[in-house]
């Protein structure tokens, strides 16, 4: 696609149901990256997805959060158990590779915003 | 740990003027940093990307400087304009891990 895609755009839940977030990168981009970012805060890296290697998950908050990447395309990140403290805006981001990465080659998508009642 | 601190948190001023914005970082150890532009309802927006080795970099308005050795990064941004309104991320991508560390933003409002 000309950008990354995500959906849905807003989401609002209950307290304690599962949420799935959806990302779609660009085209052929190889590396994809999910960040949270809290109300008045920086970015939280969450999860990095390089090609076929395996995920570097080490910024996950808790065993709730869970991710995959289908086909080293779209990405769905799932949220169970929802707490209000989940509420916030979780964007994805895409690279060509891990080089334009580092290059600050890095483009994001709208994000999704979650409110947690 | 690192650690990413913006100042200021807001700042509105009138079109024209030349302005700069802050960023503090705790660990030194940086490979390169990338300044950002975030629009409401948006994404962010890739500005200028300063690496480790250099003093400054350069895109049309903006200058971006960096003092690797004092933790410290500007962004000047030459003769404002109301489009300019937006928040500006700073982060510090780290030497280890190779990751991007967030301060959480200055928030700029250009007044026409």
């Known amino acids: 696609g000309a950008g990354v895609s995500q959906s849905p755009s807003n989401k609002v839940t209950e307290k304690g149901k599962d949420v799935e977030l959806r990302c779609d990168p660009i085209s052929g981009h190889t590396a994809l990256y999910w960040y949270r970012q809290s109300l008045g805060q920086g970015l939280e890296f969450l999860i990095y997805f390089q090609g076929n290697s395996a995920p570097d998950k080490s910024g996950l908050p808790s065993d709730r959060f869970s991710a995959e990447r289908t086909g080293g395309s779209v990405s769905t990140l799932t949220i169970q158990r929802t707490q209000q403290e989940d509420s916030a805006v979780y964007l994805c981001?895409?690279?060509?590779?891990?080089?334009?990465?580092?290059?600050?080659?890095?483009?994001f998508g709208e994000g999704s915003r979650l409110t947690v009642l | 740990k690192q650690e990413v601190t913006q100042i200021p948190a807001a700042l509105s001023v009138p079109e024209g003027e030349n302005l700069v914005l802050n960023c503090s970082f705790t660990?030194?150890?940086?490979?390169?940093l990338q300044w950002f532009r975030q629009d409401p309802g948006k994404g962010l927006t890739s500005l200028l990307l300063i690496q480790s080795s250099q003093r400054e970099q350069t895109s049309g308005r903006l200058n971006a400087s960096l003092d690797k050795s004092s933790g410290r990064s500007t962004l000047y941004i030459a003769a404002s304009q109301p489009g300019d309104s937006a928040t500006y991320l700073c982060?510090?991508?780290?030497?280890?891990?190779?990751?991007?560390?967030w301060g959480a933003g200055t928030k700029l409002i250009i007044k026409p």
């Open positions: 981001a895409s690279s060509l590779a891990i080089g334009d990465f580092l290059r600050g080659e890095l483009f």
């Open positions: 660990d030194s150890a940086i490979y390169n």
């Open positions: 982060a510090p991508r780290m030497d280890s891990n190779y990751q991007l560390i």
